[in-house]
């Protein structure tokens, strides 16, 4: 498997496995606790689909879609990513147009690498192992090992970030020490500075709409996937 193909495949198990499911509130449970029950139960279940249903994803687009939108878009603070591509500093300072605009093209971007991504999926097994919570007790790490039957096992860390409601959305994604905003936001920054945040909108935008555009096209044999991508 080449370099590129892993790197997509994790990303895209990490898209899957940043997901949440509602508290209990019939028993007190500290922090840390609330997160692994969040998450434990849905890392299995994903899992589970993923090995019974990666061909049929692989092959109908608008089915991997739909499992996107259910399980996982939902729940990826796709604002708290967007503003650490570029700095918090930098996020502030536009305007709620090229907020909001750029927000939606980091969305669509994560969903791309998604969807990029299942084509390099073999039948790896996820498995929460641990979970560690901040001092503040705003932010967390969930530790998950992905088992291959032809690789070692690697350990791939979802950096997630606490609500007002209490409930934890993935913000990041860590593998070997190094996190997809850490490897993005150079390029993010430089393209900002020198070029404004409207050329790195159209920058995202563009590989975006070239990648769905193909995609649509093979979808179109099967069933077609959502206006907002075609």
């Known amino acids: 498997m080449c370099l590129k193909g892993l790197k997509l495949q994790l990303l895209s198990a990490a898209a899957a496995l940043s997901l949440v499911v509602p508290l209990s509130l019939a028993v007190p449970l500290d922090k840390k606790s609330i997160l692994r029950q969040q998450y434990e139960p849905i890392i299995s279940s994903v899992s589970k689909q993923l090995l019974a249903k990666h061909e049929i994803f692989k092959k109908d687009p608008s089915a991997y879609q739909a499992f996107l939108d259910q399980y996982v878009r939902p729940y990826w603070d796709v604002s708290s990513t967007s503003r650490a591509l570029i700095g918090g500093k930098n996020f502030i300072v536009l305007d709620k147009k090229h907020q909001l605009k750029l927000v939606d093209s980091v969305d669509k971007t994560l ?8 084509d390099f999926y073999s039948g790896q097994q996820f498995t929460l192992v641990d979970v560690a919570i901040s001092d503040s007790g705003k932010m967390g790490w969930v530790q998950v090992v992905i088992k291959s039957k032809i690789l070692p096992d690697l350990n791939l860390d979802i950096l997630v970030k606490r609500n007002k409601k209490g409930v ?40 975006n709409n070239k990648f769905f555009s193909e995609l649509c096209k093979t979808a179109d044999k099967v069933n077609k996937v959502d206006k907002q991508f075609c």
Do not use: C, M, N, P
Request: charged share 30%; aromatic share 12%.
């Open 111 to 118: 969903v791309r690498y998604a969807f990029e991504g299942i």
């Open 168 to 207: 934890w959305k993935a913000v990041d994604v860590r593998l070997k020490g190094i996190t997809y905003v850490a490897v993005k936001k150079y390029q993010f920054k430089k393209i900002l500075k020198k070029q404004g945040v409207g050329a790195l909108i159209t920058s995202l935008d563009e590989k």
